[in-house]
């Protein structure tokens, strides 16, 4: 059995807890990852009160409570143009996989928000599968000029 945990800015974990979230999906995204610290800000922007800041975080705990997935999604305040919401970060443990626990916690952000979501996903990423499923379409090639 699988539990989802929903955190906002108005029911924050505590910092070790947040760690412990950041560790897992550090670990989990593997090769489509980001350095830690970036996760941490990630989900500190999630759990803001800071005007123009805020989103969620979600967790899923198996039997023993341990962490079997998380998604991060962090809200853009904006409408129409680009989408209220990115999801930024989801990632379920690699022991976990194909156990139906990704689309769980996708299905729970989609009920959970109200308005678009938008996430950027590699072509090579088998995840991608799941997102068409969902009803994601692809939009736009990113194109970034990292400077």
């Known amino acids: 059995m699988i539990q989802i945990n929903t955190y906002q800015p108005n029911q924050r974990p505590d910092d070790s807890q947040i760690a412990t979230i950041a560790l897992f999906l550090h670990k989990a995204l593997e090769g489509y990852g980001d350095p830690i610290h970036h996760i941490v800000d990630c989900i500190s922007y999630a759990l803001s009160n800071a005007p123009g800041k805020g989103g969620v975080v979600f967790t899923a705990l198996n039997a023993s409570g341990e962490i079997t997935g998380a998604v991060v999604v962090n809200h853009t305040h ?40 938008a996430l950027h996903v590699e072509a090579e990423n088998p995840a991608l599968k799941l997102y068409e499923a969902l009803g994601f379409k692809n939009k736009y090639l990113e194109m970034r000029l990292n400077k």
């Open 78 to 117: 904006m409408q129409g143009y680009i989408p209220e919401h990115i999801l930024v970060y989801i990632a379920v443990a690699p022991a976990a996989r194909g156990k139906g626990i990704g689309k769980k916690m996708m299905l729970a952000a989609i009920n959970h928000l109200p308005g678009n979501i």
